[in-house]
């Protein structure tokens, strides 16, 4: 049972232009989000949160939206640079189960020259 | 660099043996938490220790166990070893070990069973 879901396993995106990252979940007991990014072999970091409270978490060229009502968030990235490819992570809190994160499978960015 | 360390980097082994993956967390940190990542798939959560005792478990294996000594590395013991254990095994650490506090994550150890 697949509670985050990122039903893209790629995107390609021109350099300069707006990448928009998806994800849904099923549990609306989630209360908080986060994206996480991951190089190839390096371990994940941590990119940008969000809480449940809000709809909206900006920071530089990263900005998450909160859509409670459809169980959706989606990561926008703008402007895109190459240093943006790389494979992005989201996770939720589930306070039923002791805080622990749970993780999407992962979007593959690929940013194009 | 995250702060975080795992050795071995790399780990190839025979199904029916058994391995040690080592971690050491962030200067600082009280929690660990143990991940595996199959191709192509989520971290998925096995295990979180804070400050020497086990605090959460998740899909976590019987033939898997792990402990964080009291310095504060951690290390994951897999036995029994099978073809389907072939995976990324991340470790992760923050200081308070809430799940939303970012977690500082090791560049993972390649374990291959053939």
């Known amino acids: 049972d697949q509670q985050v879901k990122q039903n893209s396993p790629s995107l390609s995106v021109q350099e300069g232009r707006i990448s928009i990252l998806n994800c849904d979940y099923t549990n609306s007991m989630f209360d908080y989000f986060l994206w996480y990014k991951k190089y190839p072999a390096e371990g994940p970091t941590f990119l940008i949160s969000?809480?449940?409270i809000k709809d909206k978490n900006e920071d530089g060229r990263f900005t998450v939206f909160l859509n409670k009502s459809a169980k959706h968030l989606s990561l926008h990235i703008v402007p895109s640079q190459p240093g943006d490819s790389a494979v992005y992570f989201c996770a939720a809190v589930n306070r039923d189960s002791n805080y622990q994160l749970i993780w999407g499978a992962g979007t593959k960015l690929i940013i194009k020259p | 660099d995250s702060g975080v360390t795992q050795t071995p980097k790399h780990l190839i082994t025979a199904t029916g043996q058994r391995v040690t993956l080592r971690c050491s967390p962030r200067s600082g940190d009280l929690s660990v938490y143990w991940y595996q990542q199959s191709l192509d798939q989520g971290l998925q959560f096995l295990i979180q220790?804070?400050?020497?005792?086990?605090?959460a478990k998740g899909n976590i294996l019987e033939r898997f166990s792990a402990q964080q000594f009291p310095d504060l590395h951690s290390e994951l013991n897999l036995s029994s070893l099978e073809l389907g254990d072939s995976a990324l095994y991340f470790c992760?650490?923050?200081?308070?070990?809430?799940?939303?506090?970012?977690?500082?994550f090791g560049p993972g150890t390649r374990l291959t069973v053939l």
């Open positions: 992760a650490s923050n200081v308070a070990g809430e799940g939303a506090d970012t977690q500082y």
């Open positions: 969000i809480s449940s």
């Open positions: 220790y804070y400050n020497g005792e086990e605090r």
